[in-house]
């Protein structure tokens, strides 16, 4: 046989055209399988979906395939169609935790907060120990309104993951926006140790001393903010404000 793409002669019990790599076995999703999975680690994604979506076509009991299909529409920027991809896999076999964290984080990506919240509690019902869907529900909560819910989800995935300061920071502004302004500060001292030249960490360290009523410190991070963008509008609006109620 003749192989269909580069048309040389080729073996008739050949899965690959051994001189152009093209798939041969075109009944054998396994191929297409494989193929995806190595055009994925090539960065290769649009190629590599369409490797998957052949393989999901051949292999239509394998929620693996969908999986990965899913993570590939994902990355593609399209999570919608990630989300279809997921629930398929999960409807072959819903006892996949990364499955509902994946499913959560698109349906997040997609605005759909609702959504995302009941997908990473899933995800956290077959793992308890599953930290990125702590971190993932939390914003989704703080998103949507429950504080104490974000509140708590962040310190749960701090305590299991202590070295995570991006939830320090998120703990931090869901501490501002509860009232709760030394918590806010104890959690941006320790995001501000790793990362001091933070514009965002500096006009929220600032906002909350002000509310603590240490204005000498409020005006000396929120000068650090301009500092490091002077464009920082929030930052110059709050500054200005103190500056003009110390005025006699």
Known sequence: MNCPSCRVEVA???NYCPHCGVILATEDGECFRREGARLHSRG???????????????LTDDFTVYKSLGDLFYLHGEPDK????????????????F??????????RS???NKAVEALQRCLEYDPDFVMAYYWLGVAYYH???????RECNEKMIALHPESR?????????????????????NFKEVEERNPDDPALMYHMGYAYSNLYKMPKAIEKLRRALEINPNHRAAKLLLDTYMESEEP
């Open 12 to 14: 008739g019990d050949f």
């Open 44 to 58: 290769k994604i649009l190629k590599a979906i369409e490797a998957y979506e052949k393989a999901a076509e051949l």
């Open 82 to 97: 990630a989300v279809e991809a997921y629930r398929h896999s999960l409807e072959i076999d819903d006892n996949q935790s």
């Open 99 to 108: 499955a509902w964290y994946a499913m959560g984080v698109a349906y997040y």
């Open 111 to 113: 605005g759909y907060v």
């Open 144 to 150: 949507r309104g429950n504080l104490p819910r974000a």
């Open 166 to 186: 991006i939830a320090n920071y998120h703990l931090g502004i869901v501490c501002n926006a509860m009232g709760d302004y030394a918590g806010a500060i104890k």
